[in-house]
């Protein structure tokens, strides 16, 4: 499995004697394995969940033909679905608030790194500048469900945003559909509902270091999103380029941390908040989550350090 895949956040489950009866369905989508698991839904329902990654990745990927962000990319004006329309609203405010540190506009210079090339390889700089210049998602017009780029060389890449968005729709699925207990690990991305057993479920956040476990958050109902730049990238002559860019530089952001955990209600802004913040740093982080309230994270500094922004029920390892 890749480490990619792995990945940072991964459930503890609390070994009360499994009375709930489990339903699992795993699959693989936006590059990344995903679980679905329902304690006391079936099978089906655990499987219809899962298919919701599919339908999201053909509408929000910039990586395949005849998506949403597909169309946009490609110029013109675009007729959105009410969800994605919804997803480049938030995105866009936390564009704003974050000073562009989250920067979905940043397609055409995140398209030139390709953090699976063997043997690793740097960008083009003259590329890169090019990209850059026409970078921002500023130059994404959107009015309701109408949208279209002011660049025609922009590139909108909801990378940092999608797997929180897919969270959100498959626990409104659930929900809906009844199941009042379950788990979704969507890679980096977990989002946990209605505590496990009669307790809050127990989430173990990676350590990118070394693939340990840095501690062990309580949480019984919500999202955990992860960004670290352990999740994507390599090394060249000693020096670690990872997946999450600096929109100022075009280059992996160095703000001072390893990892970013963002925990709130929803996916898609815990997701775009986690990104941010891995840009932004540790006061930026904390400047950036005073803006949205119910929100709150766990940070590991570059030093080692541990920091909570906001209430976080952590428990460090020993
Ligand atoms: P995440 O793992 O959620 O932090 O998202 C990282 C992904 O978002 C990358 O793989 C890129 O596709 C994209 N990305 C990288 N840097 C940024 C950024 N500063 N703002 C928005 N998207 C980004
Ligand atoms: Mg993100």
């Given at each position: 499995m890749k480490r990619s895949c792995a990945l940072l956040?991964f ?20 590059d990344t394995i ?81 953090f699976k ?70 890679g980096g ?17 990676e350590d990118p270091r070394d693939g ?14 992860t960004?670290s730049g352990a999740q994507r990238g390599f090394t060249?002559?000693?020096?670690r380029?990872h997946h ?75």
């Amino acid at each position: 499995m890749k480490r990619s895949c792995a990945l940072l956040l991964f459930l503890c489950l609390l070994l009360s004697g499994c009375k709930a009866q489990t339903a699992e369905a795993q699959g693989f989508a936006f590059d990344t394995i995903l679980t679905v698991r329902l304690f006391g839904g079936g099978e089906a329902l655990a499987q219809e969940a899962l298919s919701l990654a599919d339908a999201a990745e053909r509408r929000l990927s910039c990586h395949l033909d005849g998506t949403e962000i597909a169309a946009l990319n490609a110029g013109g004006e675009v007729t959105l679905s009410a969800s994605t329309a919804d997803l480049l609203a938030l995105s866009l405010d936390v564009y704003d608030k974050s000073g562009g540190a989250l920067d979905i506009g940043l397609g055409g210079v995140s398209a030139l790194w390709d953090f699976k090339s063997v043997p690793p390889a740097l960008p083009d700089e003259d590329a890169l500048e090019e990209a850059l210049s026409h970078a921002g998602a500023d130059k994404l017009a959107l009015d309701g469900a109408r949208a279209h780029l002011t660049d025609p060389q922009a590139q909108i890449d909801l990378g940092a945003v999608a797997k929180g968005a897919l969270a959100d729709e498959m626990a409104a699925f659930l929900t809906e559909e009844g199941v009042s207990s379950f788990l979704l690990d969507l890679g980096g991305c977990i989002c946990v509902r209605g505590g496990k057993d009669g307790a809050p479920f127990r989430i173990g956040v990676e350590d990118p270091r070394d693939g340990g476990i840095l501690g062990v958050v309580s949480l019984q109902s919500g999202v955990a999103s992860t960004s670290s730049g352990a999740q994507r990238g390599f090394t060249l002559d000693g020096k670690r380029y990872h997946h999450i860019l600096d929109p100022s530089t075009g280059y992996p952001a160095e703000a001072g941390l390893l990892s970013v955990t963002v925990f709130s209600d929803s996916g898609a802004l815990a997701d775009a908040l986690s990104t941010a913040c891995f840009v932004l740093g540790e006061e930026g982080a904390a400047e950036l989550l005073a803006l949205y309230p119910g929100t709150s994270a766990l940070l590991l500094t570059d030093k080692g350090e541990t920091r909570i922004i906001g209430e976080v029920a952590f428990t460090p390892s020993t």
